[in-house]
């Protein structure tokens, strides 16, 4: 099933809960959130108070990403705000099977997120531990860049891998999608899109409405295989 994950970087903030409650209706299944502390990434976003403050707003899953170093310093934290589920940076982790078996130990989802630069062979010997995969199609710190052309031969890449052992891992990608690029995305392997710009900017029922049509259309195109 693919699964259309907004993220709030491109919202308008002085408007937060009524934009999420738009995304709800329009019918996207995540909210997601990105996290960025200054040192990862260049950007600081938002933290634990503001998630927090939107929970009550949403009943959707709360699609976590810490673009942030040492991430496992704050897991309960976020756990707490809110948090159905946790991505962090392979590149982040000192210790990242440690990190990630932390955060299914809370019961919630454990994700792994590879940048531009790392192959997912980088991650395979933790693939035991994590539900999701989030493939970075742009470098993370900013939104409203253009997709890294790629990124495509990444993604299957990626598929390739987990499909001998690993067939229930979902793979997210996040970064430059719209409902353009969106099929060959999912083309490609990717099940569950992150998108911002492409969301927020504009009519926010119509940019959902085009990606459910995308996606739409790829159901059939399995179904017919």
């Known amino acids: 099933m693919f699964k259309l994950a907004p993220s709030i ?3 308008d903030f002085s408007n937060l809960g009524e934009q999420i409650r738009r995304i709800d209706k329009a019918g996207a299944e995540y909210v997601h959130i ?25 009943k959707r899953f709360f699609d976590v990403h810490l673009m ?7 897991i309960d934290d976020f756990i707490e705000a809110g948090a159905d589920g946790i991505t962090v940076h392979a590149e982040a982790c000192k210790h990242l099977n440690r990190t990630l078996q932390y955060i299914k130990s809370k019961g919630i989802k454990a994700s792994v997120a590879i940048n531009p630069a790392t192959h997912p062979s980088a991650i ?8 999701m995969v ?10 409203g860049q253009t997709l890294i052309p790629n990124s495509y031969q990444k993604i299957e890449d990626l598929k390739s891998m987990i499909k001998r052992n690993h067939p229930d891992i979902d793979i997210q990608v996040d ?21 911002g710009t492409s969301v927020f900017r504009g009519n926010i029922d119509e940019n959902v409405a085009l990606f459910k049509e995308v996606f739409a259309n790829a159901t059939g195109e399995s179904k017919g295989r």
């Open 9 to 11: 970087l491109a919202a």
């Open 34 to 58: 990105d996290v960025m502390d200054g040192m990862f990434v260049p950007s600081i976003s938002v933290g634990v108070p503001v998630i927090k403050a939107i929970r009550e707003k949403s």
């Open 124 to 131: 395979e010997y933790v693939l035991d531990d994590v539900d």
């Open 134 to 143: 989030l493939v970075m199609t742009v470098n993370p710190g900013f939104g």
């Open 68 to 74: 942030i170093e040492e991430p496992i310093r704050y």
């Open 175 to 195: 970064g430059g999608i719209n409902a353009t690029n969106a099929a060959g995305i999912i083309k490609a392997g990717a099940n569950i899109l992150v998108a």
